[in-house]
């Protein structure tokens, strides 16, 4: 007898989303849609609901509430409004496990809540454990909960320490290197936004693209990989792998170093996180060519070129809120970069400036970490306005 999970997906019309609904429009005996969540995306998600005939559909923008609610008259899908509705269906017995895929900050509070509730947490929202990760952790052990990790990297990580009872000397995220491992800092001045929206090779949404050509985000997996793993800073290590084939590696104290591989697809993670405990077949998967073993290239990153991979370091190592305004800051830089009202070079120079101006908190409250995220963004915005 297969038992079907009934998946809630917070931001079902971003990149994670979609391609977890192509997951299960494939494997409709083993998942179905039961929530799906929008900020403002309403034709997609129209037409997302009216595919998979969720439960309940929640927007966080009124006029999009408005839209959706008026195009699913007549069905059986409730349409639900506010970031307070999305922790109320996240109580619903008629979801067995939340999928995060939301962007940013906003991602705490929902995973918080979906712990609380004791659904299973599919996390492709790093934010939350980079901002909270003491509290997401502390959640997880109280309620005895699963945390799934959605990121291709730690989802390798994840899948290298299945049945291993040796003792870790170190982990190894593989990164890409982005559109600009290869331009030196001249060229570093010039780069323009379409630039950097031409990731390599993989398919992501605009944030998390220009994070990844900063390296921001290999920073923000480091800090994601010491909540997850319970690994020192120290033995994470980061490395550059143009090819993206090797999504992670964990070296134990034998010498001896596992690899996860497949080709760049982030259907692939998300399946695995859906499926856990079991591997499903995945026919529509691209297959690793044997060759490709001949051209895998490893580069230590050049942190002259991407200081931000080093203040993602230094912020885990602080500890407290830093992590939360470090975060906070970047979505800052980021969003005022993709608006071209921003260097790309100045983007770690403002989030540099900003975290020096934040109050440290040893131990935040979820309270606190939203003070500390609205305190550095209003800094931000400001050294923004003045520059």
Known sequence: MIFQKRVAILGSTGSIGIQALDIIRRH????????????????LLIRQALEFKPEAVV??????????????????????????????????DTVDLVLNALVGFAGLGPSLEALKNKKTLALANKESLVAGGH???????????????????????????????????????????????????????????AQALAHPTWNMGAKVTIDSATLMNKGMEVIEAFWLFGQPAEQIEVMIHPQSLIHSMVQFSDGVIKAQMGCPDMRL???FALSYPRRMD???????????????????????????LTMAYEALRKGGNIPCALNAVNEIAVEA????KLRFIAIPKLIS????????????????????H??????????????
């Open 59 to 92: 927007l966080t923008n009124k006029d999009a509430w408005n839209k959706v609610r008026e195009a699913l008259k007549g069905t059986e899908t409730k349409v639900l409004y506010g970031k307070d509705s999305i922790e109320h269906v996240l109580s619903w």
């Open 353 to 372: 400036q900003t975290l020096g101006k934040i109050t440290f908190m040893d131990n935040p409250t979820f309270t606190q970490l939203k003070d500390t």
């Open 28 to 43: 409709p005996s083993y998942f179905s849609a039961q929530v799906l969540t929008a900020r403002k995306s309403y034709d």
């Open 337 to 340: 970069f993709l608006e071209e």
């Open 269 to 271: 993670p998300i399946l």
């Open 374 to 387: 609205n305190e550095a963004q209003r800094v931000a915005q400001h050294l923004l306005l003045s520059s």
């Open 135 to 193: 509290l997401v952790m502390a959640e997880a052990s109280l309620t005895g909960t699963s945390i799934l990790p959605v990121d291709s990297e730690h989802s390798a990580i994840f899948q290298c320490l299945l049945g291993e009872q040796a003792v870790v000397e170190k982990m190894i995220l593989t990164a890409s290197g982005g559109p600009f491992f290869t331009l030196s800092p001249e060229e570093l001045e010039t780069v323009t936004k």
């Open 282 to 308: 995945f026919a529509q998967a691209p297959r690793m060519d044997i060759s490709h073993f001949r051209s895998m290239e490893f580069f230590h990153p050049p942190l002259d070129k991407f200081p931000c």
